[in-house]
């Protein structure tokens, strides 16, 4: 027998025992999806006596997500970021309908379980991904470079919680106080170890321009159907991670018009604009016009380092921007209008004299606040207070707990909340952990080859100082959203040098690959 013969009888055996095993799986898949659909029914019809019909529709998509989460556990990967960038922490005063899925909170039926929907859901894909590997005889869990930086915030937070408990700290507060942190360290874990294509990097980003657009959607039917255009009384329109996201999105543009033009995402965000842009203006969050200042100033750095030839025109830009905001704030700062709201609140920032009556209580609270929580850390300036406990008011802050029940245990900085709660060796290790993502971003975007991975890590060390920055004022590291979208991002960041070894391959290509077995060596 020649080599052709046997390699026409080798080809059929392996493909149709390449067909069993997929047709066994799929079958194996549909027996469970049967399985499931068959035993719930009769007990979701009962429940349905009981339940409102959004909650039965809700267990339906928990349990087909579930299905799907076991079988693809990728597909929890991205069920996480679209959660994150389209459903809302709480119930809004105006609703957006995103608002009321229990994703990130439970409804009252429910309502005292230890972890949430969401954090459910990463620990589900985070079981079929160890099922998966211990199978297969792999490592069950990756690290990264970042996972020690991490751990040892983790460690701190930990002991922040020790604390917490021996002082007698409220154990509910420290559960809602920690469990940001907790989503942290979890979504890092999540993007690091599932991550493993460019095909799938460029899905994530398309849900975040897509989510983007969901929202400034949202925010165009509020303004313009609801309030019918006009904004005076409110202090805002959705949710105060909204605008982060709007900006973050902005950010983004930029950089595909600087750096590299993957040309359908840069179409679709720029479609969205408009909308994105009067949502934001809308929105009226002051501290993310300033965060979008300082993210574009850091991807400016970081391409005038890295293109060398554009350093003439990137300065040229710079300064033709930086003369037109200029211009714009000094023409609009003291104008009424939406169309001058920016330019208000980067003045009020810059100069707090300049507020109006809203601004300048919110300043003058956050002022107070602020001097509160660092009375209360010299209390304590080498392990902090611990979680738990409320902070200390030498000068009284405004009794607004019934806006918030947390007012005296999370405050608006959520950089002094961390120093207060862990004091001096925490809070290093919160920069720590800040500074490792922002120099291991700045070493891999100089590593790497591929322009679409250098644009994301330039997105990612430029988000994380903007981060930083809304988290100077505005419940950043408090709220959910916020820091799993940060954990995956870096989870992300770290994965980029192997994702640049990859070697596209194209699709009729991928096809002989699977169907067709290697000639066998003739020597």
Not at 19 to 38: G, Q
Not at 77 to 102: K, M, R, W, Y
Not at 331 to 360: E, Y
Not at 390 to 401: K, M, R, V, W, Y
Request: charged share 15%; proline share 4%.
């Amino acid at each position: 027998m020649n080599i052709q013969q046997s390699f026409d009888l080798k080809v059929p055996r392996d493909v149709s025992a390449l067909l069993a095993v997929r047709k066994r799986d799929d079958v194996l898949l549909f027996i469970a999806i049967f399985v499931v659909v068959v035993s719930l029914t009769p007990l979701l019809i009962l429940a349905g006596t009981s339940l409102s019909f959004g909650m039965l529709i809700g267990i339906l998509a928990a349990l087909i997500c579930a299905v799907l989460v076991v079988r693809w556990p990728i597909t929890g990967f991205f069920v996480t970021i679209a959660c994150v960038v389209i459903v809302e922490q709480n119930p809004l005063v105006i609703s957006t309908g995103t608002d009321h899925l229990n994703v990130f909170y439970w409804p009252t039926k429910l309502a005292g379980l230890i972890e949430r929907p969401i954090g459910f859901l990463v620990l589900l894909v985070f079981f079929a991904l160890f099922s998966r590997r211990f199978m297969k005889r792999q490592a069950l869990l990756q690290g990264g470079e970042l996972f020690w930086p991490l751990q040892l915030f983790i460690f701190c937070v930990v002991m922040g919680v020790v604390h917490g408990l021996l002082s007698h700290g409220d154990v509910k507060t420290i559960v809602v106080e920690v469990r940001p942190f907790w989503y942290l360290f979890l979504s890092y874990l999540l993007a690091y170890n599932l991550i493993t294509s460019k095909r799938q990097l460029r899905a994530f980003f398309w849900i975040v321009i897509l989510g983007a657009g969901v929202k400034s959607f949202q925010g165009l039917y509020i303004f313009l159907i609801v309030l019918k255009g006009s904004i005076q009384g409110q202090n805002e329109l959705m949710a105060h991670e909204e605008s982060f996201f709007f900006v973050a999105l902005i950010l983004l543009l930029i950089l595909f018009f600087l750096h590299h033009r993957y040309k359908p995402q840069l179409y679709v965000t720029l479609l969205l604009l408009p909308g994105v842009l009067v949502s934001l203006v809308a929105n009226n969050r002051r501290t993310d016009y300033i965060a979008l200042l300082v993210g574009v100033m850091v991807a400016w750095a970081l391409l005038f380092v890295l293109k060398p030839r554009m350093r003439l025109g990137l300065v040229a830009g710079l300064v033709i921007c930086g003369m037109f905001l200029a211009g714009y704030v000094l023409a609009f700062a003291h104008s009424s209008g939406s169309l001058a709201a920016p330019a208000r609140a980067i003045l009020s920032i810059i100069n707090p004299a300049s507020a109006d009556a809203r601004d300048a209580a919110s300043n003058l609270y956050r002022v107070v606040e602020n001097y509160d929580l660092k009375f209360t850390v010299k209390q304590s300036p080498l392990i902090g207070m611990g979680f738990g406990l409320p902070f200390l008011q030498p000068i009284a802050l405004p009794n607004i707990s019934g806006l918030d029940q947390y007012y005296l245990f999370v405050p608006h900085n959520t950089i002094y909340w961390v120093w207060m709660r862990l004091g001096a060796i925490g809070f290093m290790a919160l920069w720590y952990l800040f500074g490792s993502i922002i120099v291991r971003g700045c070493l891999i975007v100089r590593q790497i080859k591929d322009p679409y991975l250098q644009v994301v890590a330039i997105y990612i060390v430029a988000v994380t100082f903007m981060e930083v920055v809304v988290a100077f004022a505005d419940y950043q590291l408090f709220f959910y959203r916020n820091v799993i979208y940060l954990g995956l991002l870096a989870g992300i960041l770290v994965k980029l040098p192997l994702l640049d070894k990859e070697k596209e391959t194209p699709v009729h290509e991928t096809a002989r690959i699977v169907l067709l077995p290697a000639l066998p060596d003739v020597g």
